[in-house]
């Protein structure tokens, strides 16, 4: 049965009529024309959908819209674009740490979270934050530099305000 | 960076979008033969307006046949291009895999598309530039000798009076026939490529830009899904459809023969109707596949043509040596991209226009037409980029299903997206195969004599063959088209018996090609092809050869080996790879080698593993790698790096990881967790020596790593361990079996 949800994403309330079972990845991508959350296996098993609830990586393929609500949603799109990028973005550029890009988005919200639990992750710590989002193109150390790169930079942006 | 964004080929899928057609210019009627030997795919397109178009504000835009797959092809040869052209890189704009736009190159694949694309280019544009600097001599009065050319604008010798190429193109400066007579600017003089230039493409895809197929969003499209079959062979009983039709958002659903789909308003409608759909169908099937562990043995029972692949000296020869002998084997293996197979279809007026992230937007067509009956000329296919697909997955099957369903839907478009078990069942795997090598050793620790067998299931199936389809809802429908008989890619650059000949210097040899015509399984080109299991068996054969001499396994190698680059970069791997680590607690040491020129004519690759062993649980980790490259002149060497450290890692993934699970009826990996692949955990870390020859011609590099990879784990096995792993792959179980 459809219905009307508010939703509030990436910082803008959006109102949606969808069935309340809807996995929350359709929605974003098709009603709000996200491209950042991708459909890999609507299974939960890859990351590739994952997006930030409350700052917690949640797998939006698997995520009905009821359950979402009033909670704030930031998707690849809400961190910044390219002509502002976040600095985990910037940093992805910076180790060109990626070949296809299909993960990409699982990769920097899954870091996001890690970075703002913890700033100074050891490259075990990525790893492990990380362990659950698939890369096929085998881009994986590139991904691990880029995450402590962005550490880094966004340390030295504390200390030198 | 935005420049950069906008210059890829999402241009070609805008301006399709909108509806726009290019005319195409190809040389009329060319007959091969008589015309001039031109280089790399200037040969087949050989018009140079059909490779560049110099705009009125002085950009160029190059076509290229070839297409982004994550490899960074459009940025390497958007280097060299503005290389030859003296233009900054960002005035280069890419136009790629159209077939309404650019050159027909076939398929990108096999590590090719710098050799024939980039070549092509280098030449157009060389020519180019002299066209447009003799054009400026002419307007200017000046000898072409004192002109010089900087950013595009062509200058006199005291600057005094320039013209840029956006003055000087009009008219019909390109349109004529190549010459390949301008000669490319010499290594020395090359300022663009050669430097680590970042991917014109991350950094849409590191903020969630339209870049994929999967964000293609035509106004009024649909939602489609298809059912497949339950098992290979299988026919449909019954379907009772009337309750699918009555779902919320259903627009139509498809039966054609055993062909399934249904179109939907919103893209979970569809996904409802295609879980209904899959419930309201009753189907008969049999069990005819062979048992999964005994699929080897099958194989080499199976009927073969069996082709000599080479032979050298007497290979009977023995001197009354010692006599080693043994087989390897591997698995089918999975593409299994990140992202499922997804592709737009739209009619309009008998014209069908097809977005897809084919490897190649002409072979596709060829089947498409084949398949709906259409003319070529009245269906164009545009690429546009999806998740890395390593080879033949089902990019090319979806394109028909969502042919198929907008045709359903009276032409409306249509977006067909595969889901995860879609892609596992029914995308054509890299074949099983089984290869056993046989030597003798001579007294003086010399091999005598070589012989390698292969049985294989064929390595390339690809659409856009002489006869039938390799579109998979082809053989569904009620009126099918087959599958052609099944051939393989012919040396030198292989199929199954890719890398078979090795590179070694034996006196006397036999390597023997058993290509098995019935397929089990659905198959067909996985990266590097049967150049993965060669070269295990190759190099694990060389180690237990170099052991059964008690020599070093790389004097062993260098013993046999002339070639200087093979030992150059033999040498190299092994001299940063530096002292074998002791062991840390974490398992049996052991260090391996191996080495390959891929396909005996691209990149030279050797790599050295650490790996560490734990004999209780059978696990086998791969610590470390080094990889020495050699692909002679180097477009970007962080491209190269990428693809090497992808390369690695994929094939350690392959190894110890991965093998396609199937019953009498069906595949039975249906996703990542009945198909793992490698995680963060596991990685091994990876570091590359790139013996950088810029006067050396390009050799490719994607698929050439994963051959000596794999070898070199299972060499750093033995040395753990003293016993060989010769079946892939290296699951704990397998490791707790030969430790036993
Ligand atoms: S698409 Fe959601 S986890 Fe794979
Ligand atoms: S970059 Fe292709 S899947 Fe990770």
Redesign the interface.
Known sequence: M?QTFRLSVNGAVRTVT??G???LL?VL??DL????P??????G??G?CSVLIGNVPVRSCSTPLSAVQDAAVV???G?????K?HPL?TA??AE?A????????GM?MTAKSLLDENPHPKPEQ???A???????????????RAVLRAADHLQSAKVTP | ??AG?LRLSRRAFGRAVAGLTVAFTLAPGLVFGQAKKLPGSLLNNRRLDGWLRVEPDGAVTVFTGKVE????ILTALSQIAADELDLPFERVRMVSGSTAETPDEGHTAGSQSIEYSGTAIRYAAAEARRLLLERAAERLGQPIDSLVVEDGVVLTADRSRHLGYGELAGGDLLQREASAMVPPKPAVRRRIAGQPI??L????????????V??L?LTGMLHGRVVHPPAYHADLLSLDESAVRRL?GVIAVVRDGRFLGVVAE???QA?AARAALQKAARWSHQASLPRSDRLHQELMGMPADTSQVNSKGDPTKSTGGRRLEASYTRPCLAH?????SCAVARFGQDRLTVWSHTQGVFPLRRDLARVLGMAEGAITVIHG????C?GHNGADDVALDAALLSRAVDGRPVRV?W??DDEFAWEPFGSAMVVRVAAELGADGGIVNWSHDIWSNTHSNRPGSNAGTNLLSGWHLSQPVPAGPPKDIPQPNGGGDRNSIPLYEFPNQLVRYHLVKEMPLRVSALRALGAYANIFAIESFMDELAAAAGIDPLAFRLRHLKDERARAVLQAAVDRAGAAPPAAGDGLPGRGLAFAQYKNHAAYVAVVADVAVNPKDGALRVKRTVVAVDAGEVINP?GLR??I??????ST?WSLKEQVRFDREGVTSR???SYP?????E?P??EVVVLDRPDQAPLGAGEAAQGPTVAAIANAFARATGRRLRDLPFSPDRVRKVMA
């Open positions: 459809s969808a069935d079972d809807t996995p359709y991508r098709n024309g996200l491209n950042g991708r459909f890999g296996c609507g299974l098993q890859c590739a998707t690849l799109e961190l910044g674009s390219i002509d990028p973005q992805f550029i060109q990626a070949q296809c890009g299909y993960c990409s988005n920097i990525v790893r492990q990380l362990s659950g989002n698939l890369c096929r193109c085998g881009t994986h150390t590139r991904i691990v | 960076m935005t964004l797959l994550g490899q960074g970042p991917r493409d991350l950094p849409a895809k590191f903020t969630g830009g339209a870049i994929y999967q964000d969003r919320p919103r893209e979970e996904i299994a991209s990140i992202g499922p980029q999806g998740s890395g390593y997206q889901m995860r962080d990428n693809q450290e992808g390369g690695v890692i994929q993934s996703d990542w967790v692949i490698l995680t963060f955990a990685m870390e990876v």
